[in-house]
């Protein structure tokens, strides 16, 4: 799978860490930090003319020039996917949280970028587990992509990282930015992009950060959109969270059936479920009218929820009923089920509550 998706070429090893904790570059994350909320509600200017969506990922980050890049994408209104190196997110946490602030989608890359196919499953289950706790720990946000470093995978991999609740991504476009293209042969490598695909850049590259205007103006010139990759298709769909292009009612993600709950106060709540394994599955819960809430979710038993992100959670006595707050990860939340022997039951939500 990897040979014949990447060929003979390698991405780059992994550049030095840097941990950089120079004042300016903590003034700059807290600048960043301030205006969450407008980035993140912020759409593409060219929003009405978007036919499809690509996925621009940065992989190797956070580095130190990461509040560079965030600056660039956010005057280009770009949201892009940082597949990010968990020993660098460890070393540079607020650089991980700017990622997030300024609309970015976090996911995993390793932990310090290791050839993982030589790896016995239980290193594999621990670099990566390591890697998604630093991530969630410094950004609040559980990954739900993996990407192997140099695209090296093989099925034990792909299925430990599916065991994490992650889809493997690698990439349809190389941008070649870690072999020294020059800005244009980037931005000439990104023209290739189709509708759904994914390109490869890397955090910390002058040249990647020079292409980015031309790769947008070239983008939307064709109509296309920067935009999130799904975790249960792994093709780039639009962002979630935000206004469809036309200004019409939203429709749900493509896959999962949308519960539509009784109105709780000021905002909606519609779950759909993009991951289901044999034993357990994905929740996804999407709240509109609110920026913060309270959604109350009730599983059926056997089934239990283990693991949650992008909220604070809470129970019942019975174990059954979550009570899931906005935590500043956004209107997205999710959580991982156990079926425990019910594969047919999904969660109900009982209400989305205002404030
Ligand atoms: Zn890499």
Redesign the pocket.
């Known amino acids: 799978m990897f040979a014949s998706i990447s060929g003979p070429r390698r991405?780059?090893p992994?550049r030095p860490l840097r941990h950089a904790r120079r004042l300016a570059v903590l003034a700059t994350t807290v600048a960043l930090g301030a205006a969450a909320g407008l980035t993140v509600a912020a759409t593409p200017s060219s929003a009405a003319a978007c036919n499809g969506y690509v996925g621009l990922t940065f992989?190797?980050g956070p580095t130190g020039s990461t509040n560079a890049l965030l600056s660039v994408l956010r005057a280009n209104n770009v949201r892009a996917t940082m597949f990010n190196v968990g020993q660098n997110v460890q070393g540079n946490p607020s650089a991980a949280r700017a990622q997030v602030d300024a609309g970015m989608w976090v996911a995993n890359?390793s932990w310090n970028?290791a050839h993982m196919t030589s790896m016995s499953q239980s290193q594999m289950q621990s670099d990566l587990s390591q890697t998604s706790s630093a991530i969630q720990s410094a950004t609040g946000v559980r990954p739900q992509l993996f990407r192997p470093?140099y695209g090296e995978t093989n099925s034990t991999l792909q299925s430990v990282a599916s065991s994490l609740g992650m889809r493997q991504v690698i990439w349809d476009v190389d941008s070649q930015d870690w072999n020294g293209a020059s800005v244009s042969q980037i931005v000439s490598n990104a023209s290739r992009l189709q509708a759904g695909q994914v390109i490869l850049m890397h955090d910390g590259i002058q040249n990647t950060r020079d292409a980015i205007p031309q790769i947008m103006s070239n983008l939307n010139s064709r109509g296309l959109c920067p935009g999130m990759i799904s975790p249960s298709t792994g093709r780039a769909v639009a962002p979630d969270g935000t206004p469809p292009p036309t200004g019409s009612p939203t429709t749900p993600p493509p896959t999962g059936s949308p519960t539509t709950p009784p109105p709780g106060g000021a905002c909606t709540a519609t779950a759909t479920f993009p991951n289901v394994w044999g034993d357990r599955y994905n929740t996804s819960v999407t709240v509109q009218g609110a920026s913060n809430w309270t959604v109350v979710v009730a599983v059926t038993a056997p089934q239990r929820i283990t693991t949650t992100w992008n909220g604070t959670a809470s129970w019942d006595s019975t174990g059954y009923v979550m009570t899931m707050r906005s935590n500043g990860s956004g209107n997205t939340f999710g959580f991982t089920t156990m079926m425990n022997g019910n594969s047919s039951a999904r969660p109900q939500i009982r209400s989305c509550t205002a404030g």
């Open positions: 991405p780059s992994p992989d190797d890359h970028h470093p």
